[in-house]
Structures are given as structure tokens and as C-alpha cells.
């Protein structure tokens, strides 16, 4: 008898819950927004010229940079919510954003001898994110929420480094380069802060604040070009190497609607 009462109890609360609030239960959503993205870059490029097997020139240099881009992001979402005593909200939502933002510095110069040179430029791309967030918040006179977001997020990452070696002789130039483009998911933390409006049956209007900062990326496994010999009968020869180690920070101003279905 009691365990009857008890389960009596429990599925009042629950439907009552359920019908107290338009925020309760599983929804889908859709958002469209503003992104941009930060990337503060680190290109390292070493060259080695060998006369024969005799190092005669050493060089590795560090180029830091700061770049940005902005873009237009279009967000979907599904989730599961639950508002618990007419007020605290808790939600578990998955969402996918889908972007392009791209930077890339403007090729710098470093002359080792009025003879020889390097060119070297690096660029990145942001494109897909995927994130798993917690979503707490507040439900305030059963209409209006507002609430956090706080999970890990995965970025489609896109880094290239070049780098050109020039050996001027005359008239002529010949050029060696070293490339490197890797395409890879990289792990970040994703914060936010948003406000929904109940505005009609199960339909909702949201306005959200998200900032995701990555961990720093690498480029693995430096890509080198062997520099051959100008003129040949110098002898001259070696290795040119260049990698890439980039930080990432995107912030998204979405605005957009969500759907609960029960």
C-alpha cells in the first residue's frame, strides 16, 4: 500500500513538473549566429647547409604571430531537460555547429646572407564543432530560463606551415621548400550562457553566448625538404624543416529556437 501511495506520489510531481513548464523533456533546436575565432601561432623553422659533411650555417628561428577571422555559424541541437520544484532546470544536450573560419599571416622574410633567404607562412581552419554540454539554469515565473553551459567540445582543425629557401647566384634563384598541412580533431572546453523565452506550445526562442578554447595543437612530425647544391661544384647541400604549434580560442553569438516533443 504504501509503495502504491509512494508511486501515486512520485508520478504527480513528475507530471505536474512536466506541465508546470514548457522547458521540460526532449527537444530539438536550431540556431544561426556570428563566430570568431583567435589563433595565436608558433611556427619554428630550422635550416642546416652542409659544405660536404661540415655544418656551415645553423639557423632555427621561432615566428609568432596573432591572427582572427570571423563567420557566419549555423548550430543544430538535441537535448533532454528537466525542471525539478517549478524552477531548477538541469538539461544534457549534444550539439553540432558547422563554420569556416580561416587565417593565415602574411609571408615574413628572414635573410641569413644577402645571398640567402626564407619565406615562411603559416595559416589555419576551423570548420565543424561537436560538443556535449551540462546545461544548469534558472526557470523564473515558468516562462523565462536562464542557464550555463559547461562540457568538452571537438574542433575540425586545419594547420599548414610553409616555408620557401632561396639561394640567390646572379640573376638566378633556386627555391626549396618545406610544407606541412595536417587535418585533425583537437579536444577544448566549451562554456556559455544563454536565455530561452517560451513564446507558444512546446516552441521556444533562445539567445546564447558559448566560448570554447582549445588545447594547443601541434603539428606532428616536422616536415623537412632536402636543399641541394648551388653551385655544384660548392658542394653545398643540407635540410630544411618547419612545424607549427597553434592555440585556438572561438566565441559564437547564436540566436535560434528550440522544439520540446514531450
Known amino acids: 500500500m504504501r509503495k502504491h501511495i509512494l508511486g501515486i506520489c512520485l508520478s504527480s510531481f513528475f507530471t505536474v513538473s512536466a506541465w508546470a513548464t514548457p522547458?521540460?523533456?526532449?527537444?530539438?533546436?536550431?540556431?544561426?549566429?556570428?563566430s570568431q575565432a583567435n589563433f595565436k601561432k608558433s611556427q619554428t623553422v630550422e635550416l642546416i647547409l652542409l659544405a660536404g659533411t661540415t655544418p656551415v650555417t645553423d639557423v632555427s628561428f621561432?615566428?609568432?604571430?596573432?591572427?582572427?577571422?570571423?563567420?557566419?555559424?549555423?548550430?543544430?541541437?538535441?537535448?533532454?531537460?528537466?525542471?525539478?520544484?517549478?524552477?531548477?532546470?538541469?538539461?544534457?544536450?549534444?550539439?553540432?555547429?558547422?563554420?569556416?573560419?580561416?587565417?593565415?599571416?602574411?609571408?615574413?622574410?628572414k635573410e641569413l646572407e644577402s645571398e640567402f633567404h626564407i619565406?615562411?607562412?603559416?595559416?589555419?581552419?576551423?570548420?565543424?564543432?561537436?560538443?556535449?554540454?551540462?546545461?544548469p539554469g534558472i526557470v523564473l515565473n515558468k516562462k523565462t530560463l536562464f542557464y550555463g553551459k559547461v562540457g568538452p567540445a571537438w574542433g575540425r582543425f586545419s594547420v599548414h606551415g610553409d616555408a620557401h629557401y632561396y639561394q640567390n647566384i646572379g640573376a638566378e634563384a633556386d627555391a626549396y621548400s618545406a610544407f606541412k598541412h595536417n587535418d585533425f580533431y583537437r579536444c577544448g572546453l566549451r562554456l556559455g550562457l544563454g536565455i530561452e523565452q517560451y513564446v507558444a506550445e512546446r516552441m521556444t526562442l533562445k539567445l546564447e553566448l558559448v566560448n570554447t578554447e582549445y588545447?594547443?595543437?601541434?603539428?606532428?612530425?616536422?616536415?623537412t625538404a632536402p636543399?641541394?647544391?648551388?653551385?655544384?661544384?660548392?658542394?653545398?647541400?643540407?635540410?630544411?624543416?618547419?612545424?607549427?604549434?597553434?592555440?585556438?580560442?572561438?566565441?559564437?553569438?547564436?540566436f535560434g529556437f528550440n522544439y520540446y516533443f514531450t
Do not use: C, W
Open 119 to 135: 619565406d615562411y607562412v603559416t595559416g589555419a581552419n576551423l570548420r565543424d564543432e561537436f560538443a556535449l554540454t551540462f546545461n
Open 23 to 34: 522547458f521540460s523533456g526532449f527537444y530539438g533546436g536550431a540556431d544561426v549566429g556570428l
Open 227 to 254: 636543399v641541394g647544391t648551388v653551385p655544384p661544384d660548392v658542394g653545398f647541400g643540407g635540410e630544411l624543416s618547419n612545424s607549427n604549434k597553434i592555440k585556438a580560442n572561438n566565441t559564437s553569438v547564436l
Open 215 to 223: 588545447y594547443t595543437i601541434h603539428s606532428p612530425n616536422p616536415m
Open 62 to 109: 621561432l615566428a609568432d604571430k596573432n591572427l582572427a577571422d570571423t563567420s557566419f555559424l549555423g548550430n543544430i541541437d538535441l537535448g533532454f531537460s528537466h525542471v525539478f520544484y517549478d524552477f531548477l532546470y538541469l538539461g544534457l544536450e549534444a550539439s553540432y555547429d558547422f563554420q569556416n573560419l580561416t587565417v593565415k599571416n602574411d609571408p615574413l622574410t
